[in-house]
Nanobody, 121 residues
């Protein structure tokens, strides 16, 4: 089993920045891909960004140029730096980790409990 714990969510004004962190623990030696998804009220969960072990990165079009995913493999941690936040970015953000080589997470991936990000003035 793999446990994922997110932190860093909160309330921020439009145009502001936040950095989310996700620490992985447990049986992590098979983890290849890590990423972030989000789910807004009444909407399906969607990919925000993912990072494959190869270094390949995958971003949703809506966040390209504003969000940056990074990994610190020595700390088993993945980050999501979010800039120029918009009210439309308001959602629960979930960290994921997967054992495959793809650039997304799958339904059978490991998932964190989620952290709320609210962008509002």
């Amino acid at each position: 089993q793999v446990q994922l714990v997110e932190s860093g969510g909160g309330l921020v004004q439009p145009g502001g920045s936040l950095r989310l962190s996700c620490v992985a623990s447990g049986n992590i030696f098979n983890i290849k891909t890590m990423g972030w998804y989000r789910q807004a009220p009444g909407k399906e969960r969607e990919l925000v960004a993912a990072s494959a072990r190869s270094g390949a990165e995958n971003y949703a079009d809506s966040v390209k140029g504003r969000f940056t995913i990074s990994r610190d493999n020595a700390k088993d941690t993945v980050y999501l730096q979010m800039r120029s936040l918009e009210p439309e970015d308001t959602a629960v953000y979930y960290c994921c980790a997967d054992t495959w080589y793809g650039s997304t997470c799958r339904s059978q991936s490991y998932w964190g409990q989620g952290t709320q990000v609210t962008v509002s003035s």
